[in-house]
């Protein structure tokens, strides 16, 4: 059965920490590998993975994805107190006979970050 | 405005009722995706729908309906309410299958 973990499943950390979030996942016919932030609303998109080992980067937010082994990591440098959020992994894969990818969702790392 | 909204964003409804959630996208998106979102579950999909007339179940199927008469519309109908359906429902969409998705404002919906 496909499944996506994520770890650690809360964090608690100060303002100006470095943060490293955890996905693995085992899913079947992969296509892409996604993270979302999500703040008491509708969860807004942060980052696509389709390639081993190219990090995609946009101001303090990093991931990278490993497809040899099956994970990624997202890094949050210099947290700040607006970073307080659900950061959910998402991995696409394509059924069988079907052209369409069905994303499934890992059940998020909540972070907590104190001022 | 453009985007994806859905209707209500939240409804207060009693065991047996019908409830019909509403999703309206302003993309012409061809994907468009219903999920429930619980305490313990994260994300799960319930249907999705590649284009008008096309739909199909996802991991939570049970107890819900979809149709897809327009390409902008994808309703999910709860036929006869449970308080297993209490949960808060979004509506997401994509224009191709590369593509990331969208999602919408999110429905609170709490069955009685």
């Known amino acids: 059965e496909d499944k996506v973990v994520q770890s650690p499943l809360s964090l608690v950390v100060h303002e100006g920490d470095t943060v490293t979030l955890n996905c693995s996942y085992e899913?079947?016919?992969?296509?892409?590998l996604l993270w979302y932030k999500q703040e008491k609303k509708a969860p807004t998109f942060l980052f696509m993975l389709t390639s081993s080992g190219i990090e995609k980067k946009s101001g303090r937010l990093s991931s990278i994805l490993d497809k040899k082994e099956l994970f990624s990591i997202l890094n949050i440098t210099a947290t700040q107190t607006g970073d307080s959020a659900v950061y959910l992994c998402a991995v696409e894969g394509m059924d069988r006979g079907s052209t369409l990818g069905r994303l499934y969702f890992g059940r998020g790392t909540q972070l907590t970050v104190w001022p | 405005d453009a985007g994806i909204t859905q209707s209500p964003r939240y409804k207060i409804t009693e065991t047996g009722r019908q409830v019909t959630l509403m999703c309206h996208q302003t993309w012409s998106h061809s994907y468009m995706f219903w999920y429930r979102q619980d305490l313990g579950h994260g994300l799960r999909l319930i249907y999705y729908s590649a284009a008008a007339d096309i739909t199909d179940k996802g991991e939570v199927p049970d107890g819900y309906v979809v149709s897809r008469s327009k390409t902008e519309n994808f309703p999910l109908t709860l036929e006869s309410a449970t308080r297993s359906q209490t949960s808060v429902y979004f509506c997401?969409?994509?224009?191709?299958?590369?593509?990331?998705?969208?999602f919408g404002p999110g429905t609170r919906l709490t069955v009685l």
């Open positions: 997401a969409s994509k224009g191709l299958p590369g593509d990331t998705q969208y």
């Open positions: 899913v079947t016919n992969f296509r892409s």
